[in-house]
């Protein structure tokens, strides 16, 4: 296990709840699905996004998951259920969480927003968490 990989596997493992030796990267998919189809991709994922991205100064925990959630979100990508347990994970109240997806209305439209919502729902739904509703 390279440098690279390590300090990857140590960054996912901030972000998890689950992890242990048989699976250090708890519930973070990071392509172990494809082993069959493109057997590098987990290495990329883990040494590049999160051995690499995750790890450079500049940004905290929860501001990095932030700008994923808000990166997902406008590219309406299904991985923001992910992201979303990590902010939570890492301490985000699920009041920022939605004050983040809500924020993104105007820049990303109703259809991604409402759909990162549904998502959100469902997460806090599954963790027990109640959410305090603004009306801003």
Do not use: W
Not at 7 to 35: A, L, S
Not at 37 to 62: C, M
């Amino acid at each position: 296990m390279n440098e690279r990989y390590k300090r990857g596997i140590n960054k996912i493992q901030e972000f998890t709840r689950f992890h242990n030796d048989e699976n250090p990267t708890g519930e973070m998919e990071i392509g172990e699905g494809f082993k069959d189809l493109a057997p590098d991709l987990s290495k990329f994922v883990v040494e590049y996004a999160f051995g690499d991205i995750y790890t450079r100064p500049g940004l905290d925990n929860k501001q990095k998951v932030l700008t994923t959630i808000a990166g997902l979100v406008a590219q309406g990508m299904p991985q923001i259920q992910i992201h979303i347990n990590s902010g939570l994970n890492v301490g985000l109240t699920p009041e920022e969480i939605v004050g983040c997806i809500m924020h993104l209305l105007p820049y990303t439209g109703f259809p991604r927003v409402l759909n990162a919502l549904k998502v959100a729902q469902t997460v806090f739904e599954e963790r027990g968490i109640t959410v305090t509703a603004s009306e801003d």
